[in-house]
């Protein structure tokens, strides 16, 4: 059987996530439909959710081994550079759809296998390690600040927990789009980043300077309340991750008396990649890059990703 260097999860363990990673040789990706082809991998980046499913969140133990990944930037067959769109149709999931690496293996490997409608061409002005890092925190971030945020002129936006790859795609983002941009971090070396992004960094729980319209949640419990008590009437509270816990106590009296909007996303569509590539290459914007490490090292981007030093996102390099 043809087979490929691959980083997957080949157990479960909900404590100690990086022993559940294994490096390896799998079997090349299979095409579940006529309109699947193979793509070989150039560049892809890791995510949260890599972590959450070494921890067997997401996925069940009859998938395992399941290759990790879910961006990817590559060579079509025909030849092209082509961006993965990552969230692929899938009948069995009650959403309808997954992300790769939940139900079909996913980029961190050689070779992945996708339906041909979910190739975008590499736009011209973005290079491979750049365009890696959108597919997924970078869609999100983009879909929160404007499809379920509806962020609009003269608007503020707050960002918690701003070293995370959505977080910092997020006030990357909001900054390029023009908006007063704020963004919370334990870190010092964090906040002092976030200020060369151009918002204006603040320590978790710090009152703001004026209540925001949007704020952008990927920590979850350790900052839900303070997301409420900055935001101003009508604010749109926009939920894409819960990092720090998923059960924040909600003060339900601030939602109604400021008619809050609490909204969950995930992910994005093609159009809105599509529209997210088109506005990165146009403005020139660079995605938050914390290291490239060559997939000869794919265990130490992972302990890199873990350890939560992170500022923006860990690249990997399939070529070197
Ligand atoms: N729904 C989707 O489509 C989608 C897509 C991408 C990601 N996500 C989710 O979004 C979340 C963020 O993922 P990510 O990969 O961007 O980043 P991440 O590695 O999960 O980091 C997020 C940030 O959370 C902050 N944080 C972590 N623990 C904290 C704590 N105890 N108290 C306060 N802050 C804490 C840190 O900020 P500081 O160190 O700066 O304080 C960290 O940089 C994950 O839960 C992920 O699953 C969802």
């Known amino acids: 059987m043809p087979i490929m260097r691959a980083a997957y999860a080949s157990r479960f363990d909900a404590d100690n996530p990086l022993a559940a990673l294994g490096v390896g040789d799998r079997p090349e990706p299979a095409h579940p439909d006529s309109d699947?082809?193979?793509?070989?991998?150039r560049a892809s980046s890791l995510n949260h959710h890599d972590i959450w499913s070494l921890r067997g969140v997401g996925l069940s133990a009859d998938q395992l081994p399941m290759i990790l990944g879910c961006d990817a930037v590559g060579t079509d067959p025909e030849g092209r550079q082509v961006v993965i769109y990552p969230v692929v149709p899938t009948p069995g999931d009650p959403r309808g759809v997954s992300i790769l690496s939940e139900h079909f293996p996913g980029t961190l490997a050689e070779r992945v296998a996708v339906p041909r409608m979910n190739l975008l061409p590499?736009?011209?002005?973005?290079?491979?390690?750049?365009?890696?890092?959108?597919?997924?925190?970078?869609?999100?971030?983009?879909r929160m600040l404007t499809t379920k945020g509806r962020v609009d002129e003269g608007e503020s936006v707050l960002v918690q927990g701003a070293g995370g790859g959505v977080a910092t795609a997020a006030v990357a983002l909001g900054v390029a789009l023009g908006k007063r941009v704020y963004a919370t971090s334990r870190d010092a070396g964090k906040r002092e980043r976030i200020?060369?992004?151009?918002?204006?960094?603040?320590?978790?729980?710090?009152?703001l300077p004026e209540r925001v319209d949007v704020v952008i949640e990927t920590v979850g419990a350790a900052t839900f309340d303070h997301s409420l008590k900055s935001a101003a009437p009508m604010a749109r509270i926009?939920?894409?991750?819960?990092?720090a816990g998923h059960e924040p106590t909600v003060n339900l009296r601030r939602v109604f008396a400021m008619q809050l909007e609490i909204l969950g996303t995930s992910?994005?569509?093609?159009?809105e990649l599509t529209e997210l590539l088109g506005f990165c290459a146009e403005h020139e914007i660079h995605p938050v890059v914390d290291s490239v490490v060559p997939f000869s090292k794919v265990e130490d981007a992972f302990t890199r990703l873990h350890s939560g030093d992170v500022f923006g996102k860990v690249v990997i390099d399939h070529t070197a």
């Open 122 to 142: 590499l736009p011209a002005g973005l290079s491979a390690t750049d365009a890696a890092c959108l597919p997924t925190a970078w869609l999100t971030a983009w």
């Open 238 to 243: 926009v939920v894409s991750g819960a990092t």
């Open 36 to 41: 699947w082809v193979t793509v070989q991998v």
């Open 267 to 271: 992910m994005g569509t093609p159009d």
């Open 195 to 207: 200020t060369e992004l151009g918002a204006t960094a603040l320590e978790p729980g710090a009152r």
